[in-house]
């Protein structure tokens, strides 16, 4: 009886075997071929599979998906952007197992409460800020899902004083801001030569005033979304992971000084944002448990 979980995100797909937890050192991840984006998947899938029998597999993906339909349609897999129907394919090659999506959002959202910095409320955020930000909202204790699955997609939250241009064809999203492609694209149009977010850090860490204020924009636009965002939702608890949340007070100190000016009304006084305590493994482990749970739940119609 295997459990896989699977993880579609910008750096490529992962995959692991699950137990009680996902062990990093078990997981295997190849980037996204320019092409044949699905064969490369089912190979890494059944590689993992080692032949036996599977049960269970979740999957936890970049959006849009349809939840319904089992479909993904993430921008960053070209041939899938029309919309690729991801579980039917996945049960093809695992017949009698229970296949499960959601977006990678919702997975992170639920390690998080299950593992991570969020475990101690019941209302939180969390966010992962890399190539591409992801998000998801726990309210009441509960993950929210949305109507057609993508319910907490942060990145494109619009934010007050900013118009760069987003992927999504929008101006002044988030994920134009402060997702750690755009902070290197703003940081190069400004005249900084790198291509890297590490190299951001150390050049900010090192004095470099285009790095010091891409990453104070990235920090401070973070700020705002946060802020409106747990004025909508009621919740005290943001927990941010990713790449680019591992750099350092260039970006941490402009991110809490724009909650803090912005979370102003008294029941947002009680507001925290804190690091990840997943490092960069939350998706795969809120699929893990995705995949858990569905293979509990059938059990118990079983019995
Ligand atoms: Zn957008």
New binding site residues.
């Given amino acids: 009886m295997t459990i896989l979980a699977l993880e579609i995100g910008p750096a490529g797909f992962a995959v692991t075997r699950v137990a009680d937890d996902v062990d990093p050192d078990e997981v295997r991840r190849i980037p996204i071929p320019s092409g044949g984006a699905w064969a490369a998947c089912r190979d890494l899938l059944l590689e993992c599979a080692e032949g036996t029998e599977v049960t269970a597999v979740g999957i936890g993906s970049m959006g849009p998906v349809d939840m319904a339909a089992g479909v993904v349609a993430p921008t960053q897999i070209p041939e899938w952007r029309a919309g690729f129907a991801l579980v039917d394919a996945v049960q093809k090659i695992f017949p009698i197992a229970l296949v499960q999506l959601a977006l990678d959002g919702v997975c992170l959202a639920l390690a998080e409460r299950n593992f991570g910095a969020t475990s101690a409320v019941s209302d939180s955020l969390s966010v992962v800020v890399s190539d591409r930000i992801a998000a998801g909202v726990m309210v009441g204790g509960f993950v929210v899902v949305g109507r057609t699955g993508n319910a907490g997609?942060f990145?494109?939250v619009?934010v007050p004083g900013f118009d760069d241009l987003?992927?999504?064809?929008?101006?002044?999203?988030?994920?134009?801001v402060a997702s750690g492609a755009s902070i290197l694209r703003w940081a190069n149009s400004q005249g900084w030569v790198g291509n890297s977010v590490e190299a951001l850090v150390g050049a900010a860490q090192a004095g470099d005033e285009i790095a010091v204020s891409a990453l104070n924009r990235a920090g401070t636009a973070l700020g705002r979304a946060i802020a409106s965002v747990a004025s909508l939702l009621d919740i005290d608890l943001v927990a941010v992971g990713g790449t680019v949340a591992k750099s350092g007070p260039a970006l941490w100190k402009p991110l809490a000084a724009s909650v803090a000016t912005h979370a102003r009304l008294g029941f947002l006084t009680a507001l925290r944002v804190v690091p990840s305590e997943l490092d960069l493994l939350g998706v795969l482990a809120g699929a893990g448990l995705l995949a858990m749970m569905a293979q509990e739940a059938a059990a118990q119609v079983a019995d």
């Avoid at 987003?166 to 134009?176: D, K, P, S, T």
């Fill in positions: 997609h990145g494109h619009l987003c992927e999504c064809g929008g101006r002044g999203c988030l994920e134009a």
